[in-house]
C-alpha cells in the first residue's frame, strides 16, 4: 500500500508561484511512476503532468506546458510541481497519484492507470 500527502496549496494572486510536494510511504519511491492531477470546480478531473519512475522526459497537459515543471526526489520521496505564472483557471483540487507500474507516455496522462492517490490539496487563484 502507498500513502501519499500532498502539500503547498493555498491563496495566490494571478501571475504568482506555488510549489505543490507529495510525500509517499509505503512502497520504493523509485518504483513509483508519479502524476498530478487536478480537479476544478464543477468539473471532472484531468491530467497536469506525469514522470516516469526512471525519471526521463516529464509529461505534461498543454495547459501547463512552459509553466509547470515536475520533479522528484527520490532521496526524500517526493514528488514535487513548480506553478509559475498561474492563472484563474488553474484553480483546482490538485491531487498526487502513483502506479507501481512503468507506464508509457502515452499512458501517463490517464487516471484509470493510477492506483493510488492522495487527499488533494486546493489551490485557489485569485486577485
Known amino acids: 500500500q502507498v500513502q501519499l500527502v500532498e502539500s503547498g496549496g493555498g491563496l495566490v494572486q494571478p501571475g504568482g508561484s506555488l510549489r505543490l510536494s507529495c510525500a509517499a510511504s509505503?512502497?520504493?519511491?523509485?518504483?513509483?511512476?508519479m502524476a498530478w492531477f487536478r480537479q476544478p470546480p464543477g468539473k471532472d478531473r484531468e491530467f497536469v503532468a506525469g514522470?516516469?519512475?526512471?525519471?526521463?522526459?516529464?509529461s505534461y497537459a498543454a495547459s501547463s506546458k512552459g509553466r509547470f515543471a515536475i520533479t522528484r526526489d527520490n532521496a526524500k520521496s517526493t514528488l514535487y510541481l513548480q506553478m509559475n505564472s498561474l492563472k484563474p483557471e488553474a484553480t483546482a483540487v490538485y491531487y498526487c497519484?502513483?502506479?507501481?507500474?512503468?507506464?508509457?507516455?502515452?499512458?501517463?496522462?490517464?487516471?484509470?492507470?493510477?492506483?493510488?492517490w492522495g487527499q488533494g490539496t486546493q489551490v485557489t487563484v485569485s486577485s
Open positions: 497519484a502513483a502506479s507501481p507500474r512503468g507506464l508509457i507516455t502515452a499512458s501517463l496522462a490517464r487516471d484509470q492507470e493510477y492506483e493510488y
Open positions: 509505503g512502497r520504493a519511491f523509485t518504483g513509483l511512476t
Open positions: 514522470l516516469k519512475r526512471n525519471m526521463g522526459t516529464p
